[in-house]
């Protein structure tokens, strides 16, 4: 078994269980009755991976059971650090002689050993070393055999207590160790005891202190037997969190427990694990891993060769995620990153919207809960345009900054006043927002669309709306009015390819963003190939929806991210505000660019101020890297300046000496002169980014949402 957890991932599985025809009916830690527009628990998922075999449900076993997983201890001694199995590191770096110093040392104290013991033995020094054993040994045994075999005692005890001294001398031990490749001056640590019941968390401590001995009986038989994975532990677990905040659970959870055992509080989708896993997990710590902390001097040395995580703490600051193509964001951090959400999201913690390019490889349809092809005929689900609000009000503003937040020459406030003169009215006349061909009539202000409109609302007797309809029309055509900018970036939706999807009228199943508040998985998949702008404008609207319906959920207690695998063109003032509000709202947002002039040039303070990690792949420009080195600002270093100069000898024999030397060697005798001063000076320059981050690597800095801070550290992201 790894001690680094590296087989966590694949083998705390449970063996297979049938699986359960619905939810059993008991309340989990965020109770979620599966809307219209949710995945029941028998839906039968929709292929998309072609004509690949379904994937199993359940890995095999190759790693620690759960038992042994629940005893390795976590330590988490600073932001990121992968706490399975860490043991944390002095805070700095012993002093460490140089080898060909130990060397040297062990030959001299060796030669000068041998050369005592040669004088001692051959008389040299006199008889004084043997009067001990003159004086310890009788008279009696003088000329037999005990004589002899006490004087060979007594010299191997002399040259034992020379070796001592001499390798205590020439630190031949540490010369030993270091030869054999083991750590200097460390002993192996022993294995800790196991755990005393109280202690052990396969036992289920907590219920047990709480006196439901026969509900932490069940689930401890459960662990033992192997029919429990992690994340049926984190699911039992965050169940149990919720009876504690509302005992009036007490009955359901102990009934389901007692019922169903491992099985018990289940996913509404009835899963309990994910199809496969291409990170490492820890969900007691709620943690993936995304690699190693190189092992160099520009790191600080207590977490140089440490493992580097990720979890809700973290991400609740967000994460900016910057590389060119190919530097590994997506493999490296967006799949492990929605692989862990989506875990968590089982067993009731987290929930995770994944937006990314059509065939972006972030894992299997039967990973998710809800998938979304936009523009695919065949996708199951469909998008609500309007976020699920039905305040037109509301409606507008997060259509307004999906439409034309980027627009430096639209005022996004007029273009939410302009959008809701017309989502008003039309809600009034007939009790639903537009769809995409009607607000697109609307916005080119066809008469036959505006007439119609008007006459019913005549006939409901809707005044107030009338008038609102109607200062629509007379501001339309007016200098700066934003109408003509929005119906052209609604007409990207109202083509071939969409016309099965934004539908309002209910004839589909749209998902919708208010659905925050339950632990659901989903996947939106744009059209990026032959519908880009589409994309990022879809993409920008995601975007402002989330941040809002985050902000706006009644309960918080799960842990919300949005992950956008290429968030081009998609921030604005108005979305990087509502990221920055998200730390406080339990949510965040992990948003990846080829570049920083992705973005505009005004917005590229203000996104790496929003964000509280950062993160710089291989391969960055200069420009790029000269604006994480100002985000990442300068530390006090210790500098040494080491000055040479030439030595003038006055004596005839040192100069003779001198002249000599400069003849064997070619170079004047020189004496250098060193000056120790403290400087500050960039963490990470811009050159540095751009061409000393070795492929494969990135410089990440991090900070939790309790202020908590870890310097840009340089990661290897492929161990």
């Known amino acids: 078994m790894?001690?680094?957890?590296?087989?966590?991932?694949?083998?705390?599985?449970?063996?297979?269980?049938?699986?359960?025809?619905?939810?059993?009916?008991?309340?989990?830690?965020?109770?979620?009755?599966?809307?219209?527009?949710?995945?029941?628990?028998?839906?039968?998922?929709?292929?998309?991976?072609?004509?690949?075999?379904?994937?199993?449900?359940?890995?095999?076993?190759?790693?620690?059971?759960?038992?042994?997983?629940?005893r390795v201890p976590r330590i988490a001694d600073a932001p990121g650090v992968w706490a399975y199995g860490h043991r944390p590191r002095p805070p700095e770096e012993p002093e460490r002689t140089p080898t060909r110093q130990l060397v040297s040392g062990a030959l001299i104290s060796l030669l000068a050993g041998l050369l005592l013991w040669s004088l001692v033995w051959n008389g040299y020094l006199g008889g004084f070393w043997l009067w001990p054993l003159f004086v310890f040994t009788p008279d009696s045994w003088r000329g037999t055999m005990a004589s002899v075999v006490a004087a060979y005692v007594?010299?191997?005890?002399?040259?034992?207590?020379?070796?001592?001294?001499?390798?205590?001398?020439?630190?031949?031990?540490?010369?030993?160790?270091?030869?054999?490749g083991r750590a200097s001056g460390a002993a192996k640590e022993a294995a800790p005891p196991p755990p005393g019941p109280e202690d052990d968390l396969a036992e289920w401590p907590e219920l047990r202190a709480a006196g439901h001995g026969e509900t932490a009986a069940r689930l401890a038989s459960e662990v033992r037997a192997e029919r429990m994975n992690d994340v049926d532990y984190a699911r039992i677990r965050r169940a149990w969190q919720s009876v504690r905040a509302d005992p009036s659970r007490l009955t359901?959870?102990?009934?389901?427990?007692?019922?169903?055992?491992?099985?018990?509080?289940?996913h509404p989708s009835g899963k309990r694990d994910l199809p496969v896993r291409a990170a490492r997990h820890d969900l007691l710590a709620r943690q993936v891993r995304l690699g190693t902390v190189q092992d160099g001097e520009r790191n600080p040395y207590p977490r140089r060769g440490t493992g580097l995580?990720?979890?809700?703490?973290?991400?609740?600051?967000?994460?900016?995620?910057?590389?060119?193509?190919?530097?590994?964001?997506?493999?490296?951090?967006?799949?492990?990153?929605?692989?862990?959400?989506?875990?968590?999201?089982l067993a009731g913690q987290a929930a995770v919207i994944a937006v990314c390019a059509g065939g972006t490889q972030l894992g299997p349809d039967d990973?998710?809960?809800?998938?979304?092809?936009?523009?695919?005929?065949?996708?199951?689900?469909?998008?609500?345009?309007?976020?699920?609000?039905?305040?037109?009000?509301?409606?507008?503003?997060v259509l307004a900054e999906g439409l034309v937040g980027d627009l430096t020459d639209t005022d996004s406030r007029r273009?939410?006043?302009?959008?809701?003169?017309?989502?008003?009215?039309?809600?009034?006349?007939?009790?639903?927002?537009?769809?995409?061909?009607?607000?697109?009539?609307?916005?080119?202000?066809?008469?036959?669309?505006?007439?119609?409109?008007?006459?019913?609302?005549?006939?409901?007797?809707?005044?107030?709306?009338?008038?609102?309809?109607?200062?629509?029309?007379?501001?339309?055509?007016?200098?700066?009015?934003?109408?003509r900018a929005l119906a052209d970036r609604v007409a990207l939706l109202d083509r071939p390819a969409f016309a099965s999807f934004f539908d309002t009228s209910g004839r589909t199943r749209p998902f919708s963003l208010r659905t925050l508040e339950h632990p659901l998985r989903v996947r939106i998949d744009l059209p990026e190939r032959g519908h880009g702008e589409a994309s990022r404008m879809l993409a920008r609207l995601i975007l402002a929806q989330f941040?809002?319906?985050?902000?706006?959920?009644?309960?918080?207690?799960?842990?919300?991210?949005?992950?956008?695998?290429?968030?081009?063109?998609?921030?604005?003032?108005?979305?990087?505000?509502?990221?920055?509000?998200?730390?406080?709202?339990?949510?965040?947002?992990?948003?990846?660019?080829?570049?920083?002039?992705?973005?505009?040039?005004?917005?590229?303070?203000a996104l790496l101020g929003a964000v509280g990690c950062r993160m710089a792949f291989s391969g960055i420009t200069t420009w790029d890297g000269k604006r994480f080195a100002e985000a990442w600002g300068t530390e006090w270093v210790e500098t040494r300046d080491v000055t040479q100069r030439t030595v003038f000898a006055d004596q005839p024999l040192t100069r003779a000496i001198h002249a000599f030397r400069k003849l064997v060697t070619g170079k004047a005798v020189t004496t250098d002169a060193v000056t120790v001063r403290k400087v500050?000076?960039?963490?990470?320059?811009?050159?540095?980014?751009?061409?000393?981050?070795?492929?494969?690597?990135?410089?990440?800095?991090?900070?939790?949402?309790?202020?908590?801070?870890?310097?840009?550290?340089?990661?290897?992201?492929?161990?």
């Open 367 to 397: 990973a998710y809960d809800v998938v979304i092809r936009i523009g695919d005929p065949g996708s199951v689900y469909d998008l609500d345009l309007y976020g699920g609000t039905n305040d037109p009000d509301e409606a507008a503003a």
């Open 2 to 70: 790894d001690t680094d957890g590296t087989h966590d991932s694949r083998g705390i599985r449970a063996n297979p269980v049938p699986r359960p025809a619905g939810p059993p009916p008991m309340p989990s830690a965020a109770p979620f009755e599966a809307p219209s527009h949710a995945v029941p628990a028998s839906r039968e998922w929709s292929a998309g991976g072609g004509g690949l075999p379904p994937a199993p449900e359940h890995a095999p076993s190759t790693g620690p059971t759960l038992r042994d997983w629940l």
């Open 154 to 180: 007594y010299y191997a005890l002399v040259v034992a207590g020379f070796l001592v001294v001499f390798g205590r001398l020439g630190r031949w031990a540490e010369l030993a160790r270091r030869a054999l």
């Open 309 to 345: 995580a990720l979890d809700p703490v973290l991400l609740g600051t967000s994460l900016l995620a910057v590389g060119p193509p190919g530097a590994g964001k997506t493999h490296a951090l967006v799949r492990p990153v929605v692989e862990s959400l989506s875990l968590q999201a």
């Open 547 to 605: 941040t809002a319906n985050a902000s706006a959920r009644s309960d918080r207690s799960l842990f919300a991210c949005l992950v956008l695998d290429d968030a081009t063109r998609t921030l604005t003032a108005e979305t990087l505000r509502g990221v920055q509000r998200l730390r406080s709202a339990n949510a965040g947002a992990v948003l990846t660019l080829r570049t920083l002039d992705d973005v505009p040039e005004a917005l590229h303070t």
């Open 680 to 719: 500050e000076r960039e963490r990470w320059s811009a050159s540095e980014l751009a061409h000393s981050v070795p492929a494969g690597h990135a410089v990440l800095s991090l900070r939790t949402v309790r202020g908590e801070y870890a310097p840009p550290l340089l990661v290897d992201l492929r161990t």
């Open 415 to 483: 273009a939410t006043t302009a959008l809701a003169q017309l989502l008003g009215p039309f809600r009034a006349a007939h009790g639903r927002l537009p769809g995409v061909p009607e607000l697109r009539e609307l916005l080119d202000g066809e008469p036959a669309a505006l007439a119609a409109l008007r006459e019913t609302l005549d006939s409901a007797g809707h005044s107030t709306m009338r008038r609102e309809l109607d200062a629509r029309e007379r501001q339309s055509g007016a200098p700066g009015d934003p109408g």
């Open 252 to 266: 359901a959870f102990t009934a389901a427990v007692r019922a169903d055992g491992a099985a018990a509080c289940v």
